[in-house]
């Protein structure tokens, strides 16, 4: 089955930037749409963006829209998600997850296949 890995978290100032990836093991991610997701301490997941399998497609929740990007490059069979402008409010355990059977959506409740996480935290 489906087994996806994020990288990319870590420790950032506000107002600074990181780049996410997610990435598989056995099995390309070109025929699967992925949303990226995120959980607070204490808070529910909350989605962020999505893309359809050929990048066609994009939707970002209203929390991150104007500040992050999704995107994905077959080729390499990663999905990233650009973070500008970061928050201390963006601190949070980041997730990708993927479904074939969804196009795009922020919704977790479409996504069979899910990450462990990275973290990100922004420092104020």
């Known amino acids: 089955q489906l087994q996806l890995v994020e990288s990319g978290g870590g420790l950032v100032q506000t107002g600074g930037s990181l780049r996410l990836s997610c990435t598989t093991s056995?099995?390309?991610?070109?025929?699967?749409?992925v949303g990226w997701f995120r959980q607070a301490p204490g808070k529910e997941y909350q989605g962020l963006a999505c893309?359809?399998?050929?990048?066609?497609?994009?939707d970002y929740g209203d929390s991150v829209r104007g500040r992050f990007t999704i995107s994905r490059d077959n080729a390499k069979n990663t999905v990233y998600l650009q973070m500008n402008s970061l928050k201390p409010e963006d601190t949070a355990v980041y997730y990708c997850?993927?479904?074939?059977?969804?196009?795009?959506?922020?919704?977790?409740?479409?996504?069979?296949?899910w990450g462990q996480g990275t973290q990100v935290t922004v420092s104020s």
């Open positions: 997850a993927a479904d074939a059977d969804y196009y795009c959506s922020i919704y977790t409740s479409e996504y069979d296949y």
């Open positions: 056995g099995v390309t991610l070109d025929k699967y749409g």
């Open positions: 893309i359809s399998s050929n990048g066609d497609t994009t």
